[in-house]
């Protein structure tokens, strides 16, 4: 009896074979769009430092359609990578004891989802007002 | 003809195969048999060089995880009722070489667990006299659900960061490491940080979450490694920041 283990190749398409797997690419995928919004923030802060006519520009082009367009599209997937983090958050924290009893899962989620919402509503009510 | 099943079968013998072949079994179907009956029933009655692992039926031993319609199962706790009217292919779990059919080579995984010290590490033998260490329940529950662990190995079959990195320790051992580190009697944290802190211990992970996901037991490998990466950055910051760390 001879021993000869065989090693399966990875299969070349291994996330799309798996739904689990599918999310997981696409969570990593949006941190894409993640990174490209805080580019354009960036871009921000060096138009803002080379005076108004630069800042006046940089703003005219995020207003354009293009500049809309992609500032949707980061919108979206920033807010996919958000909740998909959030649903993770419990794993990644120690577990939080109150009486002795760890907080469950889905409260911790939520705390997040709520706090979400109001940073949102203040940053609204800043901007708005 | 009573009803039957077609259970669709991955073989593979290092002295006759260069590569695995797939061989389809018809067996009777039985609406209280698991995966594993199936495969003892072809064991013993199609073809008695089929070779699989299997031994305590009831999801304790961790002996018969093998990849079953593609996700990583314990065959014993896999009921062929839930495949009815479907074909059901098993595979031997994925990323471990295949020794024969089902039987994956686990030597890998041993090496790694043992190279984490996965027992209590204690600074000093402390003499019977002194009586048994006595544990809190909320000292206890620290690292209870980390006992659960019964090296089934299916948390190394989902996690794709195993295939890609042959040296990541991976989750069954880390979530093991953790075990004993949150154990309030252990004292080998610093001894595990070496491999849990390293690039191939949990900075290898991109929590997928999988490992916990397809955990028969619940252990949460994926909680396991994160939290070790919380201890391993503040150990990393404290070896630089306090006088008398060494960076």
């Known amino acids: 009896m001879t021993r000869r283990p065989y090693v399966r190749p990875l299969h070349p398409h291994w996330w799309l074979r798996d739904r689990r797997q599918f999310l997981y690419i696409v969570r990593e995928g949006t941190s894409v769009f993640v990174g490209l919004y805080s580019a354009i923030l960036m871009d921000g802060l060096i138009r803002l430092a080379q005076g108004r006519e630069a800042w006046e520009t940089y703003l005219a082009a995020l207003s354009s359609p293009l500049g809309v367009t992609v500032q949707v599209i980061c919108l979206a997937f920033a807010a996919f990578h958000a909740v998909t983090w959030f649903g993770v958050t419990p794993k990644a924290m120690p577990p939080l004891l109150v009486k002795g009893e760890p907080i469950p899962a889905r409260t911790i989620i939520r705390g997040h989802f709520i706090l979400w919402a109001v940073l949102s509503l203040a940053v609204l009510l800043v901007l708005g007002g | ?247």
């Open chain 2, 1 to 247: 003809m009573s009803e039957t099943i077609t259970i669709r079968v991955l073989r593979y013998d290092p002295d006759k195969d260069a590569e695995p072949r797939f061989d389809d079994f018809i067996v009777p179907y039985r609406d209280e048999w698991v995966v594993l009956d199936a495969l003892a029933y072809i064991k013993e009655v199609l073809d008695p060089s089929l070779a699989y692992r299997g031994s305590c039926h009831m999801a304790v031993c961790g002996s018969c995880g093998m990849m079953i319609n593609r996700q990583p199962k314990l065959a014993c706790h896999s009921f062929i009722r839930d495949y009815r009217g479907q074909l059901v292919t098993v595979e031997p779990l994925d990323h471990f070489p295949i020794e024969r059919d089902l039987i994956v080579d686990q030597d890998g995984f041993i090496e790694k667990l043992s190279s984490l010290y996965p027992y209590l590490v204690t600074e000093h033998d402390k003499p019977l006299s002194e009586g048994p260490n006595l544990q809190t329940p909320a000292q206890l529950a620290a690292f209870r659900p980390f006992t659960q662990c019964i090296n089934c190995l299916l948390c190394y079959a989902a996690c794709p960061q195993v295939a890609i990195n042959e040296a990541f320790s991976g989750p069954a051992a880390l979530a093991i490491a953790h075990r004993y580190n949150r154990d309030s009697r252990d004292s080998g944290e610093e001894l595990r940080s070496e491999i849990t802190d390293s690039h191939h211990g949990v900075w290898d992970c991109t929590f997928v979450g999988a490992c916990s996901e397809v955990c028969p037991k619940n252990v949460d490998p994926a909680a396991a490694i994160q939290r070790t990466k919380i201890s391993a950055s503040f150990r990393w910051l404290k070896a630089r920041l306090l006088p008398g760390g060494t960076p």
